[in-house]
């Protein structure tokens, strides 16, 4: 029987057999499955305070793959963000503790976990 070791955000690290990954699978799908395109182009043309307010219900995982479809939508200019992509990327720094305030002109840190995402963290052309 195969285990593999995974760290959680949290730092927690556990390991999962066959059987905990036949059981999590499913539940990972669905919660991808229920993010899809449409609820991003929805949304992007929303308010803003229905965008942060639909941005704070989104568990870290929907809020992560969120991130990653406006990623492969969207060209990074650090020097004019929209107010979109300010309003994701806030969302994410807040949950990750590090300087949500301030998103006009990414720190090294924010870069970094933009990375450590698999996200852009500067000029970079969609996917």
Do not use: C, W
Not at 45 to 74: P, V
Not at 97 to 112: A, D
């Amino acid at each position: 029987m195969k285990t593999i070791n995974f760290k959680l955000s949290s730092g927690i690290e556990i390991e999962l057999s066959n059987k905990d990954m036949e059981e999590l699978k499913p539940l990972i799908d669905s919660a991808l499955a229920n993010l899809d395109v449409n609820l991003y182009e929805r949304l992007k043309k929303s308010e803003s305070k229905i965008i942060t307010e639909t941005l704070e219900k989104m568990n870290d995982l929907e809020l992560i793959e969120f991130a990653r479809i406006h990623d492969a939508q969207t060209v990074m200019n650090m020097l004019h963000l929209d107010s979109f992509s300010k309003k994701i990327y806030s969302e994410l720094f807040k949950r990750a503790g590090i300087g949500f305030k301030q998103v006009s002109h990414l720190s090294f840190k924010q870069r970094n976990y933009l990375k450590e995402l698999g996200l852009k963290s500067k000029n970079d052309n969609p996917l």
